[in-house]
């Protein structure tokens, strides 16, 4: 194992040879002697040694402590100083080179060993410190993390060098200073709290604050503070990570805004399509808009129909901002002739500084607007690619540069409030062709009650005429018949005035049958249920079809109009029943389902196709007729039928109409 160079300064040469004898015999090696503090400069330089001993008085211009403190500076090499000397300014001056020892003349072998063993291991170890303290700055210097140490009151003991790259302040002039002078005016407070909360052992998480940059700015800070303990385990300070933020905040920012962007479309989307009031709900989406993107005014201009006028349509205005009042006539646009050819290819329109467009579109722009604008944005509106018109928006403040997450937010914005006022054109001319429809229906259905008020008008007419004219007439003819006294005729004249009075009474009874078939219900009294018995057995009297007739024993009353409609109903099914459909059964059931009263007219006769007969029987108008009787009285009707399957017809009436029917 190689020994220990040691390299003695001793400008007495016999003192200097008796600590080389000493040394040897101790086992370290001796590399030189030198007599003066420029001869051990230079053998230190040469030989390296591990360990000098240096005299205090020396010969030449530098005594040992000037000499030691070159050693300290250029070699770092330890250095035990031997001297006869022990004033107190000689050591005053001696400490200042930070010896690692001091023996005082004469000494004892012993006494040199073991300062000599000291020395080298405290400089181990200071070596290992700052090699460790070393490997500590490059790793602090490496961080992009801000560290700091402070004092029991707050002051920066250290400061990393991020700390001066980050926010200009030297940290040379800062170590000492309280921490505060770099916190922004309205943290201070609140981080002062937190530093003695910490201090007296509270746990502090991490937390955040704005760290008060030398030019004025200011970076958002995220802390994490722990306190530095002593021996004995009292805190004596706080060792702190500072990190800037400001990336994070402005993520933070931008899924703020994102969020806020969903929300603004949710509830726009929201507004318009369930709006009742066009109008009101473009206002309310325009003003959302106008707060949420921070402009000063929002305006939609649409186009007018074969013109080449914008109108503005819609318009929201900053609270608070005098604006002159807009005219609703409408502006051309015949000067922005190659902005028009971009909006109209879905280009925006951006211009974030008015001042930078030529004089003549300035001119142009205050003239349309009527305000002196400073930026604006121009979002293209289509409804399946037909140019709509533009939504624009205007700051009159400040100028703005707008982002394309903005403009994508703004564009699908104007595509909703363009669907919903697309959508309320559709539905305004919708309505109006509804309202045309529903004039016509409503001519329709009066036409349907005077034809069915003349249909019962006729009844009446026929009934009367046939009662007062040919009945009379058949019965009188009947009284003089048999007035004749048979006894002066011939027994073939006998025969055929039997003959005759029977016809007569066939046809008087026939006429009255038609009479009760075909005229009106003149009682209003008279209840459903009686006359569609009464109906029934006129044409159902004589064998072959057997009727079915179910009714409930009691259901509400039923007015005049309805029951009247509602027999007319059944006698047409019934009729042709009997004249068409060759039926050996027929159902009738009336029923109440509902607060409505249910009729059904079935049979098993031979059917029919429904759309080919009422194609070909175009001068067949019982169907039609038996379904404008249920639409007078808000009912509806259906026939179903096919070939040998037979026919039903089924309707539901309410008990009281709603149309104040009247015959």
């Not at 922004?184 to 709290?193: C, D």
């Not at 026929?462 to 004219?469: G, N, P, Y």
């Not at 009353?557 to 059964?585: C, G, P, S």
Request: aromatic share 8%; hydrophobic share 40%; charged share 30%.
């Amino acid at each position: 194992m190689a020994r220990t160079k040691i390299l003695i300064v001793e400008d007495e040469k016999i003192v200097a040879v008796d600590i080389k004898n000493t040394l040897l015999h101790l086992g370290y090696a001796v590399c030189g002697i030198a007599l003066s503090g420029e001869d051990a400069l230079k053998q230190i330089k040469e030989t390296q040694p591990a360990l000098v001993l240096m005299d205090i008085v020396l010969k030449g211009d530098m005594d040992g402590i000037e000499t030691a403190e070159h050693v300290r500076h250029r070699f770092n090499t330890p250095v035990i100083y031997l001297t006869a000397y022990a004033d107190h300014k000689t050591l005053e001056r001696a400490k200042i080179t930070e010896p690692f020892g001091y023996i005082i003349k004469p000494f004892e072998e012993k006494e040199l060993y073991t300062a000599i063993e000291m020395a080298l291991y405290k400089h181990k170890m200071e070596n290992k410190v700052k090699e460790s303290e070393k490997k500590y700055h490059r790793l602090i210097d490496r961080l992009t993390d801000m560290v700091f140490t402070l004092d029991k009151d707050g002051n920066f003991t250290y400061l990393s060098p991020q700390f001066e790259k980050l926010s200009g302040h030297p940290v040379r002039i800062l170590l000492g200073h309280s921490f505060t002078e770099v916190v922004a005016p309205e943290y201070i407070k609140s981080t002062a709290k937190l530093f003695k909360q910490g201090f007296s052992g509270k746990k502090i998480s991490l937390y955040e604050t704005e760290l008060l940059c030398k030019d004025g700015k200011r970076i958002p800070i995220e802390l994490n503070v722990t306190s530095i303990l002593n021996a004995e385990g009292n805190p004596i300070g706080r060792l702190g990570v500072a990190r800037d933020i400001t990336e994070r905040k402005q993520a933070e920012e931008i899924v703020k805004k994102h969020v806020e962007m969903e929300k603004t479309l949710t509830k726009i989307s929201a507004t318009v399509v369930k709006a009742k009031q066009m109008d009101i709900a473009v206002k309310k989406a325009l003003a959302h808009l106008g707060t949420v993107f921070d402009v000063d005014q929002v305006y939609l201009f649409q186009i007018r129909e074969k013109e080449k006028i914008w109108d503005y349509s819609y318009g929201w205005t900053r609270k608070g901002l005098k604006v002159k009042k807009r005219s609703r006539r409408g502006v051309s646009f015949d000067n922005f002739s190659q902005w028009i050819k971009q909006l109209k290819h879905h280009q925006v329109i951006t211009i974030p500084d008015v001042k930078k467009l030529s004089s003549r579109l300035q001119k142009n722009i205050k003239k349309i607007s009527e305000q002196n604008i400073k930026s604006f944005l121009i979002i293209p509106l289509h409804f399946e690619e037909n140019f709509f018109g533009a939504l624009g928006f205007f700051n009159n403040t400040e100028i703005r540069t707008w982002q394309q997450d903005d403009i994508g937010i703004l564009q699908t914005a104007g595509e909703i409030i363009t669907s919903g006022l697309v959508k309320d054109r559709f539905q305004k001319k919708l309505t109006h062709v509804l309202e045309e429809l529903e004039t016509d229906r409503m001519k329709m259905v009066e036409l349907a009650k005077r034809i069915i008020d003349a249909q019962e008008k006729e009844r009446l007419y026929l009934a009367s005429e046939i009662h007062d004219d040919m009945l009379q007439g058949l019965v009188a003819i009947l009284y003089f018949l048999q007035m004749i006294d048979i006894s002066t005729l011939d027994k073939k004249m006998q025969e055929r005035k039997e003959k005759l009075i029977e016809l007569i009474k066939a046809s008087i009874d026939r006429g009255r049958r038609l009479i009760s078939e075909i005229e009106p219900i003149r009682e209003p009294e008279i209840g459903l249920i009686q006359a569609v018995k009464k109906s029934i057995d006129l044409r159902f009297a004589g064998p072959g079809t057997k009727v079915e007739f179910n009714y409930p024993g009691k259901f509400p009353k039923i007015n005049f109009a309805a029951k009247v409609n509602i027999l007319r109903i059944i006698q047409e099914a019934l009729m042709n029943v009997r004249k068409h459909a060759q039926a050996t059964r027929v159902s009738i059931k009336i029923s109440v389902f509902k607060n409505k009263l249910k009729m059904e007219v079935k049979d098993d006769g031979v059917g029919f196709n429904l759309k080919l007969f009422l194609k070909k029987n175009t001068r067949h108008y019982g169907i039609l007729t038996m379904q404008e009787r249920a639409q007078l009285i808000d009912g509806e009707l259906t026939v179903t039928s096919r070939s040998g399957k037979g026919t039903i017809v089924k309707g539901f009436f309410p008990f009281v109409s709603k149309r104040r029917t009247r015959f």
